[in-house]
Each structure stands twice: as C-alpha cells, then as structure tokens.
C-alpha cells in the first residue's frame, strides 16, 4: 500500500519534514491547529525565517502532493503518522507532555491495523512505551508489537545552518519490534535518500577517521549524509537525542566554568580554546556565553534528568551544567556590574542597549534564551533600557539601530547576528556615547575598538 503522510504539527521540525515527504513524492497532509498558520503556509509563506525552510515549501506545495488542515479528520486518509509537536519544559524544569499526549489521543481515533506511528518530538528514554503506546492501547486495543508499528526518529533540525537541512541529517531510530524499525527506516531511507546503518556497525563506517589520500591530503570520515541508523530499541533511541545535547551542555558548561576562571586570573580564554583547537583529536571545541537557549541543549538535560529520577538515580553532573548555564546570564550581568564599578560608571545614570533577543545568531527562534534573564537584571541597574533585535521588530524598542545607538551608554551583545557583528566592527565609537560593549558571544575583536571603549567578554576583556 502506498504511504499516505500525515504530519502533526507545522513548526520547526514538522513543517520541513511535510515539504520534505510532498517533495519525494509521497502525499502528505500537514496538520497544525493554528488555523492562521495553515493559512500563510498554503500560501507558500513560510512562519519560519529560514532559506531552505522556505525553498523547500514553496517546491513541496508545487508537487500538488501537499495539503495543509487545521481539521483533524482530514488524518483519516494517512497511514503514516509523525509527530512533530513541541514538548516544553515547565516552569520547575518538568518535561511537559500534554501537547504529545493530545496528539495521540488525536491519532488514536485514527489509527488502524498496519499503519505506522513515528514520534519525533523529543521525549525521556521511556515516553514512547509509557505514555504513548500505553493511551493507543487504551483508546484501540491496538499492540505496537503486532497492530501497528509505533517508532521514535528523534529530530535532529539545525536553524540557521545554510549546510545541514532537513534533507541530509544523519538520523536514528528505534521502535517496539525489530520489524517495525526496518520497515520505518525504509520510509526515512527513502526521504533522505541514506543508506540504512545497524547502529553496531556505525564505528566501522568511521574508520579510520583520519587518513592520507594517494596524494598526501588528510581525509575524514563522517557517517554518510542522509543516513538512517537502527537503534536496538525505541528506549535507545529516545536517549540519543537527550544525551547527544545533554553532551553538548555539559561541555558548554565546563567551558563556562573556564570562562570564570579565565576572569579571576585574567586570561583570554576565548584564544586558550583556540590554541586548545590545534590539537586535532580529543576534544570540542566548545566556547563560552552569556546563556544557553533553545529547544535542546536548554531542555533535553531535563528530560534526561527526569529520566533518571524516576530510576532513583541522581545524576549530578548534568545537574551541575545545567545549574552552571541557567546561571550565566547572572554571572554575565555581575561581570558587567564589577567593570562599571571598576571605571567608576554609575549604572543608574547609563541607557543600556541589549543587542539579541535569539538564543542563537541569524534565527528568529527566542525559547530558552538567556536574553529575557539579561533584560530582566538589565531593567534593575540601569537608568532605561533598550532592545533591538532585527528578527524581533515587534519586541525591539525601535525598528531603527542607528536612533538606539545614538542614545547607548552600554552595549550588551546577547545574540551574535551577523548584521551586529558587522554593524558593531563598522561603527564610529567617536560619534556615541558608548563606554562599554560587553560581548556575551565573544564575537567582536577587542583590537578593533577604539581605545576609550571599554571592552568585555565572557572570560576575556580588551
């Protein structure tokens, strides 16, 4: 029987994956219930600022192979369902899951015999069994293990990477049978265009990882582009995803620490970590700032964690890197307010400028940022404080940098655009009234400043 692709939820990950499935030929419905949403998307407007994101759906709803709904019936016709809704954590760091467990429920007056469930939301080792096999059972009386195949393909969606897409991400997966897993992989093989990997077999496509070419160049090896791995189970799976980021924000908080080193001894820690990135096997590099944000590295630790206490463990580490990077904005403004003392700058007397409401350069993407911490402590110590943020109109003080410039007495870089960075390197200091630039992202080079602007990073200063 032919795939018929049903998508719930057009976001960030969703609406690239029902382009994706329309483009390679399969029919696709995308689900969303933000009627407005379906409305500028059948439209070929894109509600997410990105390139590829946008390329991809005009070419997905050219095909004819892609209908957008906000009516949930409209499902009826799929025998593939994806998962794509958010899972947030809630304001005391719980995962939030009701957003997962509607759309099964939704699902679940759909759902028949053969078809075939993936989750790609991200979830706690334990969620799909738990949670969402347990409520199909539940509301059907359908089994994973011979009704229908139900697998996890944790999303892996990079914002702003003009490289990485949608189209050519490695992935894994896993589901409740072997069988089941083969037969998702095939689907997925055939988005991707990837071959199918036996995660057993993943350090033997690495190696080696490093050779000499006949003719003396040094090549690297990578996991091919587009590929599927087979985890040996859906809990396996689940994990990938936490732990891949849980990796990342530990290390970020390891480098954070450094960065506070760096400070009490007066190094520059952003050139030690390039030296440090000379040495061509064993490490990151990862760099420090001002906060960590998103849907991943600020949230998986938690699911992770939630994870682990639900098995009586305590794991302490993550707990520590995620108490370390929720703190950074605090550190951060703390930096600032010790360097205004310093040069005796009374803070209530300065406007302040925060440049970046993103967590992260070049995308209009602010969950988990650090930069609402930051205007949060900002609005205390200063006399005004404005924000600008191009990818942000509607939150920005004004829709014009240069009128902000011309009244900052300190700057607080949050997010490191591309347009700040050009902006802030181009700028004639003479003609403001600027005294301090904190660089949160360690993105400006100190050397190209004027000498009456004080200059600060995260663990550097000028």
């Not at 759309?103 to 993936?118: F, N, P, R, T, Y």
């Given at each position: 029987m032919k795939k018929v692709v049903g998508v719930l939820g057009l976001g960030y990950v969703g609406l690239p994956m029902a382009s994706l499935s329309a483009i390679k030929g399969f029919k696709t419905i995308g689900f969303d219930l933000d009627k407005q949403k379906i409305k500028k998307i059948s439209a070929s407007i894109s509600p997410i600022n990105d390139h590829a994101t946008s390329l991809n759906l005009t070419k997905a709803i050219s095909t004819g192979n892609l209908k957008l709904t906000a009516k949930f019936e409209d499902l009826s016709k799929c025998n593939l369902f994806i998962i794509c809704v958010p899972t947030p954590v809630l304001e005391n760091k719980e995962p939030d899951l009701t957003h997962l467990i509607d759309a099964v429920d939704q699902v679940s007056k759909v759902l028949k015999k053969g078809d075939i469930l993936i989750v790609e939301s991200t979830v706690f080792p334990g969620t799909c069994e738990e949670y969402v096999e347990r409520n199909i059972s539940k509301n059907t009386g359908l089994s994973s293990k011979k009704d229908y195949v139900l697998a996890h393909c944790p999303e892996r969606v990079n914002p702003g990477d003009s490289f990485w897409n949608s189209s050519n991400i490695p992935r894994v997966i896993?589901?409740?049978?072997?069988?089941?897993?083969?037969?998702?992989?095939?689907?997925?093989?055939?988005?991707?265009?990837?071959?199918?990997?036996?995660?057993?077999?993943?350090?033997?496509?690495?190696?080696?990882?490093?050779?000499?070419?006949?003719?003396?160049?040094?090549?690297?090896?990578?996991?091919?582009?587009?590929?599927?791995?087979?985890?040996?189970?859906?809990?396996?799976?689940?994990?990938?995803?936490?732990?891949?980021?849980?990796?990342?924000?530990?290390?970020?908080?390891?480098?954070?620490?450094?960065?506070?080193?760096?400070?009490?001894?007066?190094?520059?820690?952003?050139?030690?970590?390039?030296?440090?990135?000379t040495k061509p096997f064993g490490k990151g590099p990862f760099y420090p700032g001002i906060g960590v944000g998103g849907h991943c590295i600020a949230v998986d630790p938690e699911w992770l964690?939630?994870?682990?206490?639900?098995?009586?463990?305590?794991?302490?580490?993550?707990?520590?890197?995620?108490?370390?990077?929720?703190?950074?904005?605090?550190?951060?403004?703390?930096?600032?307010?010790?360097?205004?003392?310093?040069?005796?700058?009374?803070?209530?007397?300065?406007?302040?400028?925060?440049?970046?409401?993103?967590?992260?350069?070049?995308?209009?993407?602010?969950?988990?940022?650090?930069?609402?911490?930051?205007k949060k402590i900002a609005d205390d110590i200063f006399k005004k404080v404005d924000v600008f943020d191009p990818y942000f109109k509607d939150l920005s003080t004004s829709s014009n940098l240069e009128d902000l410039i011309k009244t900052a007495d300190i700057i607080i870089l949050v997010t490191d655009h591309d347009h700040f960075i050009d902006y802030l390197r181009s700028l004639d200091y003479q003609e403001t009234s600027i005294k301090i630039l904190f660089d949160g992202r360690n993105c400006i080079d100190p050397s190209l400043l004027p000498d009456n602007i004080i200059y600060r990073g995260i663990g550097r200063s000028g």
């Amino acid at each position: 029987m032919k795939k018929v692709v049903g998508v719930l939820g057009l976001g960030y990950v969703g609406l690239p994956m029902a382009s994706l499935s329309a483009i390679k030929g399969f029919k696709t419905i995308g689900f969303d219930l933000d009627k407005q949403k379906i409305k500028k998307i059948s439209a070929s407007i894109s509600p997410i600022n990105d390139h590829a994101t946008s390329l991809n759906l005009t070419k997905a709803i050219s095909t004819g192979n892609l209908k957008l709904t906000a009516k949930f019936e409209d499902l009826s016709k799929c025998n593939l369902f994806i998962i794509c809704v958010p899972t947030p954590v809630l304001e005391n760091k719980e995962p939030d899951l009701t957003h997962l467990i509607d759309a099964v429920d939704q699902v679940s007056k759909v759902l028949k015999k053969g078809d075939i469930l993936i989750v790609e939301s991200t979830v706690f080792p334990g969620t799909c069994e738990e949670y969402v096999e347990r409520n199909i059972s539940k509301n059907t009386g359908l089994s994973s293990k011979k009704d229908y195949v139900l697998a996890h393909c944790p999303e892996r969606v990079n914002p702003g990477d003009s490289f990485w897409n949608s189209s050519n991400i490695p992935r894994v997966i896993g589901a409740t049978t072997k069988e089941g897993n083969e037969e998702a992989a095939k689907f997925y093989s055939k988005l991707l265009g990837g071959k199918i990997i036996d995660v057993k077999d993943v350090k033997k496509e690495l190696e080696p990882k490093f050779k000499l070419d006949n003719n003396g160049n040094l090549k690297s090896k990578f996991v091919p582009l587009g590929s599927i791995t087979l985890m040996k189970t859906i809990r396996d799976a689940e994990a990938v995803k936490a732990m891949e980021n849980t990796v990342r924000d530990v290390n970020i908080a390891f480098v954070n620490e450094l960065a506070k080193i760096s400070t009490a001894l007066e190094l520059d820690v952003v050139d030690i970590i390039d030296g440090m990135a000379t040495k061509p096997f064993g490490k990151g590099p990862f760099y420090p700032g001002i906060g960590v944000g998103g849907h991943c590295i600020a949230v998986d630790p938690e699911w992770l964690k939630t994870a682990s206490f639900k098995a009586g463990y305590f794991p302490e580490i993550i707990n520590l890197a995620r108490n370390t990077n929720n703190l950074m904005p605090i550190f951060s403004m703390r930096s600032l307010q010790d360097e205004c003392d310093k040069y005796e700058i009374i803070t209530k007397e300065q406007n302040c400028l925060i440049l970046g409401i993103s967590y992260k350069k070049n995308i209009d993407d602010l969950r988990e940022s650090p930069y609402f911490e930051v205007k949060k402590i900002a609005d205390d110590i200063f006399k005004k404080v404005d924000v600008f943020d191009p990818y942000f109109k509607d939150l920005s003080t004004s829709s014009n940098l240069e009128d902000l410039i011309k009244t900052a007495d300190i700057i607080i870089l949050v997010t490191d655009h591309d347009h700040f960075i050009d902006y802030l390197r181009s700028l004639d200091y003479q003609e403001t009234s600027i005294k301090i630039l904190f660089d949160g992202r360690n993105c400006i080079d100190p050397s190209l400043l004027p000498d009456n602007i004080i200059y600060r990073g995260i663990g550097r200063s000028g």
